[in-house]
């Protein structure tokens, strides 16, 4: 079945960087564009980036655009999101997602802790 692990959250000071990554198992990985949102305290999810099957496509949500980058390695079917200029606005569970034939398939999430 899909499986989506997240790992590299933890506590960061403001300006400070992280990369968190999204191993993928169970589908064919390198046919499918992947995500990344966040969900903070008493906020609803929100899409922070998209890439497509290849690099050459990325998108971001504005409040990221120019802080975040994401990327992929289809030989190791993971997904990374690069996070710099950190803020306390960024703190959050950040979610790696996929669709797979019309079923959005979520990971467990990892904590992200911008704060002095």
């Known amino acids: 079945q899909v499986q989506l692990v997240e790992s590299g959250g933890g506590l960061v000071q403001p300006g400070g960087s992280l990369r968190l990554s999204c191993a993928a198992s169970?589908?064919?990985?390198?046919?499918?564009?992947l995500s990344w949102y966040r969900q903070a305290p008493g906020k609803e999810r929100e899409l922070v980036a998209t890439?497509?099957?290849?690099?050459?496509?990325?998108n971001y949500a504005e409040f990221v655009k120019g802080r975040y980058t994401i990327s992929r390695d289809n030989a190791k079917s993971t997904v990374y999101l690069e996070m710099n200029s950190l803020k306390p606005e960024d703190t959050a569970v950040y979610y790696c997602?996929?669709?797979?034939?019309?079923?959005?398939?979520w990971g467990q999430g990892t904590q992200v802790t911008v704060s002095s």
């Open positions: 169970g589908f064919i990985f390198n046919v499918y564009a």
């Open positions: 997602s996929t669709k797979v034939r019309a079923a959005r398939y």
């Open positions: 890439i497509g099957t290849t690099a050459g496509y990325a």
